[in-house]
């Protein structure tokens, strides 16, 4: 075989899990190229709150927090709802934390808790903590970056996303300054936060230690011979070439959110918008079929962590008119279905994200679908709807409105009387405060990221001042799939008779998710990508001995 070019490592990527797996590499001694399809580095995490979950970690000892693998262990078993193994839960539990302090101890990320968050299914799941399990980047100056500022990803959906930290927010519900105030401070130091932010990291600390970084550049065919994978053929504006991996090849290219065919294969819909870079298109199954390896579903679409939006048609992003997604929850807001009625707790995404996909056995229909979120000016007025900031009109075409519920509901084609009683009743639950159908503002994580705390009940706000508007839901993707490559615990992506095949990994959104199953909750998937990055390159090197990190028991 003729080779252009050759290096240990090669990483299909470069969010999470392509730049962990080349910075433990690099770090290691091995020569690492990361090759990302898009135009800039950092791939979905970058788009992401930034936030990794974790059971016991060492950041938590400055705290003084207190976990147990044993209560991590517990809740992530209610989560995964029979689809995961307790071998693969005790690698994420274990091995994560390790793969934490090598990021913050050998590579020097600077990362911190964040303060005051829950669990989703605090208290409500055994197992479940009231905080200390999110971890964030610490602001990160842009400048740091030199030349390579202009060609790190952040959001293209607002400043908010990438210049605030999980912990502004959090502070904010307990009376803390008003994330705004943080937004500008951070922009006028060119801090950037978040998911952009901890890319930031990565990218600076990659190139520090020589990790060969290339965009717009696309790994499109793995080279297998005799059953190995030995190399890749890379693809750029100057053409093809053969590149050489001794070590292996890692496959880190996030989902497939801008394959309809997947989509709707995999994660059961028809139409579905993405807020991911319209590079994550699902390359990793393509490729991986030539050694031999299936994709495979490691839960039910339902359980998925598939988000509720809506678009914006005026609004343009990668090129295509955007969808947003939406955390549902602000006060003086509702969703209902095409009876006017509301059928989940939409103060909490995850059950209204999995209502909406409820199918009726009697008919075999969607009865909650389609959605609608029906609101008043107050709304507005108040909080806004991106990309409108409180007190701008909304978006062109984002919205229907009306002088009156009745004639908002003909306008869109709902059950009039069913929205009115719907309003009318929801309306009383925000004079006692109490959500007396679906207990919307009692899960302290709705609450924090949702509410308004001026209010008696922080998601509870009443819809009466006109105009009225409805805006259409749609299910919008980040990256986050159903479906994906199996691995083992050390990363490496088995065949369809669950052998691994010599030299492939698979890391982050490109692993089908074995090790979680079921459920979901924030900050897991950017673990994952974390963690089986820095799995398979301990692997590669030759380290996959390394001795797992310490917990803090409770």
């Known amino acids: 075989m003729a080779w252009d070019e ?6 299909a990527g470069s969010g999470l899990g392509g730049l962990s797996a080349a910075l433990t590499a690099a770090h290691r001694g091995a020569s690492a190229l990361v090759a990302e399809k898009f135009h800039l580095l950092g791939g979905v995490s970058a788009l992401s709150s930034g936030q990794l979950w974790l059971g016991p970690h060492h950041l938590q000892d400055a705290n003084g927090l207190t976990d147990s693998d044993a209560d991590a262990d517990a809740y992530l078993t209610h989560l995964s709802q029979g689809f995961s193994t307790a071998d693969r839960r005790k690698v994420f539990i274990e091995r994560g934390r390790e793969a934490l302090r090598y990021m913050t101890d050998t590579i020097g990320i600077a990362m911190t808790v964040v303060n005051g968050l829950p669990d ?7 197992g479940s903590k009231a905080e200390g399990r999110y971890v964030e980047v610490e602001p990160f100056k842009a400048e740091r970056l030199g030349d390579l500022a202009d060609k790190v990803l952040t959001s293209p959906y607002g400043d908010g996303y990438s210049y605030t930290t999980s912990n502004e927010w959090v502070q904010m519900q307990d ?24 890319a930031a990291a990565q990218v600076l600390a990659a190139r520090n230690l020589g990790v060969d970084m290339r965009t717009s550049t696309e790994v499109i065919e793995l080279v297998v011979e005799h059953g190995a994978v030995t190399g890749v053929v890379l693809r750029d504006e100057t053409g093809t070439k053969r590149v050489r991996a001794r070590l292996g090849v890692v496959l880190a290219t996030g989902g497939y959110d801008w394959k309809p065919a997947f989509v709707s294969a995999f994660d059961a819909l028809p139409q579905a918008g993405s807020m991911a870079p319209p590079t994550v298109s699902g390359d990793h199954i393509v490729m991986a079929a030539k050694a031999g390896a299936i994709a495979i579903p490691a839960r039910a679409p339902s359980q998925s962590p598939i988000f509720i939006g809506y678009k914006v048609p005026a609004e343009t992003i990668y090129g295509h008119p955007s969808y947003r997604m939406w955390l549902p929850g602000t006060p003086h807001c509702i969703t209902v279905n095409r009876y006017g009625r509301r059928f989940a707790n939409d103060g909490f995404y995850p059950d209204l994200a999995t209502k909406v996909a409820r199918f009726d056995g009697q008919e075999q229909g969607q009865p909650n679908w389609p959605a609608w979120m029906v609101f008043d000016q107050t709304m507005l007025d108040k909080y806004g709807l991106l990309p409108s900031w409180p007190g701008q009109p909304l978006s062109e075409g984002v919205a229907t409105s009306a002088g009156t519920l009745a004639e908002l509901a003909d306008r869109i084609g709902m059950n009039a009387k069913g929205l009115e009683d719907t309003v009318r009743r929801f309306n009383g639950y925000c004079v006692s405060g109490i959500d007396e159908d679906f207990s919307r503002g009692s899960v302290p994580w709705g609450r924090i990221m949702t509410g ?20 259409k839901l749609e299910r919008v993707t980040m990256g986050v799939p159903t479906a994906g490559l199996p691995i083992d615990t050390q990363g490496r992506v088995l065949n369809a008779e669950d052998t691994p095949i010599p030299s492939l990994y698979a890391a982050g959104n490109s692993a089908a998710w074995l090790d979680i199953g079921g459920g979901y909750n924030s900050g897991i998937a950017n673990t994952r990508g974390l963690l089986y990055g820095y799995l398979s390159a301990l692997h590669m090197t ?13």
Do not use: T
Not at 6 to 11: H, M, N, P, Y
Not at 186 to 193: I, P, Q, T, V
Not at 461 to 468: Q, T, V
Not at 542 to 554: D, I, K
């Open 542 to 554: 030759g380290q996959h001995a390394s001795a797992p990190a310490q917990p803090a028991e409770a």
């Open 120 to 126: 989703y299914y605090y208290p409500a799941v055994r």
């Open 175 to 198: 009376g803390g300054e008003h994330v705004g105030a943080c937004l500008e401070r951070h922009l006028a130091a060119s801090e950037r936060c978040a998911g952009a932010g901890l």
């Open 452 to 471: 308004d705390p001026r209010l008696l009940n922080p998601n509870l706000g009443p819809i009466e001042k006109a105009p009225f508007y409805a805006v």
């Open 6 to 11: 050759v290096f240990d490592v090669v990483c």
